[in-house]
């Protein structure tokens, strides 16, 4: 597998404008002839779709949901970071881009990240132009928020809805171009396969949920804007339908997988609550600011929280960490929340929480003012919970809620399929070992607005394709492959549900494995251990599923079972992929790799690389690769939060 | 946590050209923390081990704002607790004993494609009909070149809140979808980004809307009262007086 | 048409009904106007049905633009009721209602017939009653009665309700809906229907009660 990044030459801030005017453009008139395929309707799809299709391609976008705006993008709560520096504090792209090659951990490519600083000022430009109500001061200009990971003011955002806001605008732009036939929209298809033909990347074939139906699309340029694959771990932020699927797909027909084992664990979410739960849910990082994060400093201390005295708890963040509190970064948070519970001094029913308390600051600042921040928070708490967070701390534990790792993309976002691009959340590129908050949605919008149009330009003009209609060869293997594998899903559907087991049994088991090997702090042994448990699942998967049903209808079950059964696969190279990185750096702690003071310790020496997987057969393990990272513009340092 | 035993009564419709009827499932020991939709998975499991067909219903992100999941619960729209979707209504808001009706959102413009799943591309195709700013990517002025009260934007914005899970049609009496169409109006007639184009875009819209087979609004407010967002008929209002304005002056 | 498309799109017809519900209720003000003359005496109120009969032009021209107005607020009314009707059977096993009040909302188009009704009944026995009795004397007789004096109360008590609900309802479809007027306005859909309530019920109950004995 070779990996070429082609990052241009030339200085930092100059290499983005020499790349737009070295790539090779397509002339407007030929743009109607080739056709792209962009799959998936978030951030990134939604507004590569419009972009392609204002352009002049012919676009066919395809989601899984049954209308475009529903993408999990629409879920994102903050807001979306740009150097504009309305503030006046000293921003500048530059601090922009250095923040979030720090704030990953110096583990993401020095161009990718700046020239995301760069066009993040188009992208707000872009959005308000479109009606995006975006927060207003009095004045009538833009109002910033601040944001962990960054001393400067640079979030703009529209209420805790940024994300919906930016995705309806978006969606409004992919609107427009449907009606005005640009853009063919396929709602409800899922991708399951990827169509190569003489090894470029020429189609997909997908399963219309409704009908069961197998199609398969040609195209000149595939794009993939599928997201994260945090739903591996069964629990997690996600929306249900979030899958690896897709990018796997892909990866299985030769696209490298990169740092597959970066998963971003938010440290405030509301616990788990009991077997029967099917999703986590998010609170605003911003608690943190005036919450005290505490356990008892006894284990499995029964009293309620208001009637433990001071002297009986332990205010572990601030005690730990005296100059940053319980303001730490998300992964430092979260690490230590999970190390409390494994003490046995975790809260709640099930033991796996702790408190977060706001009686302090509602003595200092009085309840009206607290309110007034958090008012809507504590509302959605209250709604979830039953417990109202003026009263009772409330209860938080970590949650996976990201995925950095993901298909390995070079500069100009193409795979190392030819032909084959990915967006957003479902690409490696832009966050290293760790995400800063309000940066997907600047991602995922650089991604499909500004960036890829001139990369499919390019890869257009600079490659003579082969005419295809969608009915050679590869077409047909792939739709009868799909066929076959949706066959063997329902084998052991034929003897009744006795003595089997459904899908979120197996998924369930398949997530507690991750979670407890390969999630906020991984160790050799432990890894080795879920290595060698995860074919007993995988056969277990194969074995004892009951789908019921058929695959020629609209069948939920069906559809979760096959995405479970490419977590279960994908599952390899994700814990392969810890195991391998013998270092500690951003997500990704490593027991052995730690300061004294159990700190992340990074290993510049040997690790300073993407980590890159490649399938070699079903049977073979998969190979790793890797692509050095070379800092020229800023120098990785230790971070420290003491 | 307590839990509660329930009967429930949920539309059962294999596709859109079948009939559907309501079959009757008892469920018992549901914890009253879980969600609305996490009872229905456990419907769905014990359905499943008992070799029957799953209850097919639309969800996504469970966090009450993709809008993708929605019912009618004994006869309301998202069920009894104001302002939340079905995914974040909780058991709790039920008592032991209870019959619970569960039926899809029912309009001409949604059909039932199975179950409780009912297609809304009606609404997909309103605001393709002209809900938007015509702009191309790039070339847009500078964010601040044109200021905007903030209270407009705080106007704009609670309009710009809906979710589009079409509760709105379900719950009005005529299945008219004046809510959902008032609200983009709103939001874009509110900045002056969306200016140039209102007149059209209220003419358009309104049409696609029509023509959709949505039914006419009698002012009845029940589209108000379970919409999880709030939005408020003050966005129809708007929308009347941006229509009337439109007819009568464009061109 | 663009007029046409206008009118039959859904907006358009709930602006029929507003706009003619509009011209109705100023009819209702000076029709209530010239009521009031019964309050003060025969003497004024025969001189006030004199004085508008002595320009027949005036009358006729006024009646049909009234009647015309008030056929299209019934025929556009009765064809939302029918279009809504079809629409609303048999959808739902459970139907619940979450909106209070809705009383005077989901009657409309029962109170609407209940005053064409009255209409027909009024019109026949005023309009077009003899014109060899004095009408002041045909007021006093004929509302003085017990059954056609309940029937004009309740006529009204059915007008108050429509009233209720169409005023607001009226200014809705204007696109009056504004923080500001709104406590305003929710206070006039009280006010309003009462004004007439009282106004037009009080003269059946002044003769039925004797209070205008004297009259």
């Known amino acids: 597998m070779e990996l070429n990044s082609r ?4 200085p930092l801030a100059d ?12 002339n407007p008139a030929n743009r109607r002839k080739y056709k792209v395929i962009v799959v998936g309707t978030g951030l990134a799809g939604a507004s590569a779709s419009a972009t392609l299709a204002e352009q002049g391609y012919e676009v066919q976008t395809f989601c ?5 705006r529903r993408a999990h993008s629409i879920a994102a709560q903050g807001g979306i970071n740009a150097a504009k520096n309305y503030q006046n504090d000293g921003d500048s792209v530059h601090r922009l881009f250095y923040d979030t090659i720090k704030g990953g951990d110096f583990r993401a490519r020095e161009a990718n990240v700046y020239r995301l600083a760069e066009v993040s000022n188009e992208i707000i430009d872009q959005c308000v132009a479109q009606g995006v109500p975006f927060a207003r001061e009095y004045g009538g200009t833009l109002a910033n928020r601040s944001f962990g990971g960054a001393q400067v003011s640079r979030t703009f955002y529209a209420r805790g809805q940024t994300g919906q806001q930016l995705l309806l605008g978006a969606y409004s732009a992919l609107s427009r171009q449907i009606h005005a036939g640009n853009v063919k929209m396929f709602n409800r298809r899922e991708m399951m396969d990827i169509v190569l033909v003489d090894g470029k ?19 000149d340029v595939v794009i993939l804007a599928t997201g994260g694959y945090g739903n591996a771990y069964f629990l997690s932020t996600n929306a249900m339908a979030s899958n690896v699927t897709a990018a796997w797909r892909a990866h299985k027909k030769g696209a490298g997988f990169a740092n597959p084992s970066f998963v971003q664990i938010h440290p405030t979410c509301i616990p788990v609550h009991g077997d029967y739960q099917s999703k986590l849910t998010l609170m605003s990082e911003s608690l943190r600011n005036d919450g005290r994060v505490w356990v008892p400093k006894k284990g499995d201390d029964k009293r309620r929280p208001s009637e433990i005295p001071e002297e009986d ?42 408190y977060l308390d706001f009686a302090d600051a509602i003595k200092r600042d009085g309840e009206d003012t607290i309110l007034k921040k958090y008012g809507n928070l504590f509302q959605m708490y209250e709604k979830i919970t039953d417990s109202n967070p003026v009263e009772e701390p409330m209860l938080i534990y970590p949650a996976v809620h990201y995925t950095m790792g993901g298909l390995w993309v070079d500069y100009d976002l193409m795979t190392t399929i030819p032909g084959l691009f990915a967006i957003g959340e479902c690409n490696f590129s832009d966050h290293g070992a760790n995400r800063l908050g309000a940066s997907a949605l600047m991602q995922g919008l650089a991604d499909g607005y500004f960036i890829i149009a001139t990369s499919v330009a390019h890869y257009l003009a600079s490659n003579s394709l082969e005419e295809v209609l969608g009915s050679e060869a590869p077409f047909k293997d792939s739709i009868q492959e799909v066929e076959g594998r949706i066959d063997k899903l329902l084998q052991n559907s034929a003897g009744g549900p006795a003595g089997k087991l459904t899908v979120d049994e197996v998924h369930k088991e398949l997530g507690r494995l991750l979670w407890d090997h390969c999630g906020m702090s991984r160790e050799e042994k432990s890894l080795e251990k879920a290595l060698e448990e995860l074919p007993g699942i995988k056969k277990k998967f194969w074995d004892s599923v009951y789908i019921p049903g058929s695959g020629k209808d609209l069948n939920q079950s069906l559809e979760r079972a096959g995405r479970v059964a490419d977590f279960v696969e994908f599952a390899e190279i994700m814990i392969r992929d810890a195991l391998a990185r013998e270092e500690s750096c951003g997500c990704h702690l490593r027991v052995e790799s730690q300061t004294e003071e159990h700190e992340a310790k990074r290993d510049d020496e040997n690790y300073t690389h993407v980590s890159v997987w490649e399938h070699i057969s079903d049977v073979e393990a998969p190979k790793m690769h890797k692509e050095e990272l070379k800092f020229e513009f800023v120098t990785p340092s230790q971070r420290s939060y003491k | 946590m307590s839990s509660i035993n329930l009967t429930l009564k949920i539309w059962r419709q294999h596709n859109s050209d079948a009939l559907g009827n309501l079959e009757t499932y008892d469920l018992d020991d549901v914890h009253t923390d879980m969600s609305f939709l996490e009872m229905l998975d456990i419907l769905n499991e014990k359905l499943t081990k008992e070799g029957k067909e799953p209850v ?37 808001n039920f008592s032991n004993g209870d019959t619970i009706v569960i039926e899809p959102f029912r309009s001409r413009a949604f059909p039932v494609k199975k179950d409780l799943l009912v297609d809304r591309s009606a609404l997909d195709r309103i605001i393709q009909s002209g809900g938007y700013v015509s702009i191309n990517t790039g070339g847009t002025p500078d964010g601040n ?14 309009a710009a809140a809906c979710i589009g899970c079409g509760a709105c049609v379900a719950s009005c009496p005529n299945g008219a979808a004046m809510l959902f169409t008032s609200a983009k109006i709103s939001q874009l007639a509110l900045l002056p980004q969306g200016h140039a184009e209102k007149k059209q875009r209220a003419l358009s819209m309104v049409a696609q809307m029509d023509e959709e087979g949505f039914g006419n609004c009698t002012n009845a407010k029940e589209c108000e009262a379970v919409c999880p967002k709030g939005i408020s008929i003050r966005n129809i209002a708007r929308l009347n007086r941006e229509y009337l304005f439109a007819a009568l002056t464009e061109g | 048409m663009w007029f046409v498309r206008f009118l039959s799109s859904s907006i358009g017809k709930k602006l029929i009904m507003a706009t003619t519900g509009l011209l109705l209720l100023l009819f209702l003000c000076t029709h209530v106007a010239g009521n009031a003359t019964i309050y003060m005496s025969s003497e004024v109120f025969q001189g006030y049905a004199d004085e508008l009969h002595s320009h027949p032009l005036i009358v006729i021209v006024f009646s049909t633009i009234f009647l015309l107005i008030f056929l299209a607020h019934i025929g556009m009314g009765l064809f939302l009721f029918y279009q809504n009707w079809q629409v609303s059977k048999s959808r739902y096993s459970v139907t619940t209602r979450v909106v209070k009040n809705t009383f005077s909302s989901e009657t409309m188009p029962y109170t609407g017939l209940i005053i064409l009704t009255f209409l027909i009944v009024h019109i026949f026995s005023f309009t077009f009653s003899s014109s060899e009795v004095p009408i002041s004397v045909t007021v006093k007789e004929m509302l003085g009665g017990f059954f056609y004096g309940l029937f004009y109360i309740v006529s009204f008590i059915a007008l108050a309700f429509h009233l209720n609900h169409g005023f607001w309802s009226m200014l809705q479809t204007f696109g009056m809906n504004h923080p500001r007027y709104n406590d305003a306005i929710s206070k006039l859909t009280l006010i309003l229907p009462l004004f007439f309530l009282i106004m037009f019920a009080g003269i059946p109950l002044y003769f039925m009660t004797g209070l205008g004995a004297s009259y």
């Open chain 1, 7 to 10: 990052v241009p030459s030339g």
């Open chain 1, 15 to 26: 290499k983005w404008n020499n790349h737009k005017f070295s790539n090779k453009l397509v």
């Open chain 1, 64 to 68: 899984i949901q049954d209308s475009p």
């Open chain 1, 201 to 219: 990347a020429r189609g997909i074939t997908v399963r219309d949920v409704m009908t069961g139906e197998i199609e398969s699309y040609y195209a």
């Open chain 1, 313 to 354: 708890r332990d205010y572990y963040l601030e005690n730990k960490y005296p100059s940053f509190g319980n303001l730490v970064p998300r992964d430092v948070a979260s690490r230590n929340a999970k190390e409390q519970c494994d003490e046995g001094k975790g809260v709640g029913n099930t033991g796996l929480a702790v």
């Open chain 2, 56 to 92: 097919a219903f639309d969800h996504d992100c469970r966090e009450g704002i993709c809008g993708m999941c929605g019912a009618v619960i004994d006869g309301i729209a998202h069920g009894p607790e104001k302002e939340v979707t079905l995914c974040q209504l909780h058991m709790r």
């Open chain 2, 145 to 158: 070149s044109l200021p905007i009260p903030s209270s407009n934007a705080e106007l704009a914005m609670d």
